[in-house]
Nanobody, 126 residues
Framework: VQLVESGGGLVQAGDSLKLSCVVS????????MGWFRQAPGKEREFVAGISWTGGRTDYADSVKGRFTISSHDAKNTVNLQMNSLKPDDTAVYYC????????????????????WGQGSQVTVSS
């Protein structure tokens, strides 16, 4: 299973970015999907997730109301729309997939996820 992120970059505070993650080699429609981020010197943290049915989402408190996660089974893609970006959002963003997570809850711990992308750098200048 491969996960490939795209869409990162350098933006100014208040701008928007959309990250995308394409999943190949597995059964995308059966995966719960998540986005994590890791800033320099910090632990990797949960940002947003979506259940395998697509019916439930969850967000870190720090991004609620600004970020939106969505999935598109036909394209094997999960997106993260990031609005009103802040310098504190600067990090490497990772896409992750959780298999056999058939509860309709959203996994939000690193150990819940089985597959990871390589990461995409997001830098927000003040």
């Amino acid at each position: 299973v491969q996960l490939v992120e795209s869409g990162g970059g350098l933006v100014q505070a208040g701008d928007s970015l959309k990250l995308s993650c394409v999943v190949s080699g597995g059964s995308f429609a059966t995966y719960a999907m998540g986005w994590f981020r890791q800033a320099p010197g910090k632990e990797r943290e949960f940002v947003a997730g979506i259940s395998w049915t697509g019916g439930r989402t969850d967000y870190a408190d720090s991004v609620k109301g600004r970020f939106t996660i969505s999935s598109h089974d036909a394209k094997n893609t999960v997106n993260l729309q990031m609005n009103s970006l802040k310098p504190d959002d600067t990090a490497v963003y990772y896409c992750a997939a959780a298999q056999n997570y058939y509860s309709d809850s959203v996994p939000n711990q690193k150990h819940d996820y089985d597959y990871w992308g390589q990461g995409s750098q997001v830098t927000v200048s003040s």
